[in-house]
């Protein structure tokens, strides 16, 4: 299909190679709205510019728990999929990297496409090809 099935970030044989490390920011918590929507109003990043990324705690309750995919990211609102198992308290610091939505624009975007693994121009069924079905 048209989406990349490598794993973002993977440096497997053929795998994606963007490093994450370069796509990776920290920051402070300055508001929370609950355990799945929390703000930094010191990220000046593009709306979206985190989506399909995940988030990390590096201090306070959730610090050391696994990493919560990001749904959307929109002046410094963070939301994620799926809430934290504790609520974020305003000053834990956190751990936040880019995504891939793993469509072949992602991959433009991040300079990668060389090794976007997806088939995009092989053309998908027709209605016109469907035998049997019906008519005057």
Do not use: W
Not at 86 to 106: E, H
Request: hydrophobic content about 35%; charged content about 10%.
């Amino acid at each position: 299909g048209a989406q990349c099935p490598k794993v973002f970030g993977g440096s497997e044989y053929a795998g994606c190679g963007v490093s994450l490390a370069a796509h990776t920011v920290t920051g402070t918590l300055t508001g929370v709205g609950g355990a799945s929507s929390f703000t930094d109003l010191a990220r000046s990043e593009a709306a979206d510019y985190f989506g399909a990324g995940t988030i990390r705690f590096t201090s306070g309750p959730n610090s050391g728990l696994k990493a919560i995919e990001i749904k959307s990211f929109s002046s410094g609102v963070i939301t994620t999929f799926e809430p934290f198992y504790y609520l974020p308290v305003v000053g834990n610091s956190y751990s936040m990297t880019r995504g891939c939505r793993k469509r072949m624009s992602d991959c433009q975007a991040y300079g990668n496409i060389i090794n976007f693994g997806g088939f995009p121009f092989i053309p998908t069924g027709s209605v016109y090809s469907q035998v049997g079905t019906g008519g005057a």
